[in-house]
T-cell receptor, first 112, second 113 residues
Framework: DVKVTQSSRYLVKRTGEKVFLECVQD?????MFWYRQDPGLGLRLIYF???????EKGDIPEGYSVSREKKERFSLILESASTNQTSMYLC???????????FGQGTRLTVV | QQQVKQSPQSLIVQKGGISIINCAYE??????FPWYQQFPGKGPALLIA?????SEKKEGRFTISFNKSAKQFSLHIMDSQPGDSATYFC????????????FGTGTRLQVTL
């Protein structure tokens, strides 16, 4: 069964902290994505990667960065967490030839 | 800018009724239109998807209707059940190496007894 695993279900961080969200997929997918989900706004794309060490900005990259050193792992980094980054963060992966994306269970991040 | 517009934001349907969720898109390059279902505490999961070469796709109680000229597509859930209560997202994408999904804002469906 396909699997996308996010390292934490819940996180509470302080304003100004550097935060790492980790995602691992076991499907050998080339493409990986980070979305954030907010009520009434749906899922918005933060960053995506279509190959190791490659990254592309999504619709809302400000305040975030990403790292992809290995094919199966895609990390989202909040350089200096702020309260407006309190959200549900979802990681996903897909094959390049197919648009179907598989999602992890999400990380609910609260910045206080 | 919202490239995929979804309505309604919330929907209450009685058990056995038909649930209808609508989406409209702007980018004519989109060629893949999936619907995702999300239960509380879970990530979204693909429910059903359609490509623009057909006007309708049915899988069990779930049907996508697609109108290419109007740039609209909709999800119909026939004989809605309490277990269908979830948040539904439409999405759109091009296909290719760097394809990425653009999502609607979601519809929270509640099916009552």
């Amino acid at each position: 069964d396909v699997k996308v695993t996010q390292s934490s279900r819940y996180l509470v961080k302080r304003t100004g902290e550097k935060v790492f969200l980790e995602c691992v997929q076991d499907m050998d997918h080339e493409n990986m994505f980070w979305y954030r989900q907010d009520p009434g706004l749906g899922l918005r794309l933060i960053y995506f990667s279509y190959d190791v060490k490659m990254k592309e900005k999504g619709d809302i990259p400000e305040g975030y960065s990403v790292s992809r050193e290995k094919k199966e792992r895609f990390s989202l980094i909040l350089e200096s967490a702020s309260t407006n980054q309190t959200s549900m963060y979802l990681c996903a992966s897909s094959l390049p030839s197919r648009a179907e994306a598989f999602f992890g269970q999400g990380t609910r991040l609260t910045v206080v | 800018q919202q490239q995929v517009k979804q309505s309604p934001q919330s929907l209450i349907v009685q058990k056995g009724g038909i649930s209808i969720i609508n989406c409209a898109y702007e980018n004519t390059a989109f060629d893949y239109f999936p619907w995702y279902q999300q239960f509380p505490g879970k990530g979204p999961a693909l429910l059903i998807a359609i490509r623009p070469d057909v006007s309708e796709k049915k899988e069990g109680r779930f049907t996508i209707s697609f109108n290419k000229s109007a740039k609209q597509f909709s999800l119909h859930i026939m004989d809605s059940q309490p277990g269908d209560s979830a948040t539904y997202f439409c999405a759109a994408s091009t296909t290719g190496t760097a394809s990425k999904l653009t999502f609607g804002t979601g519809t929270r469906l509640q099916v009552t007894l």
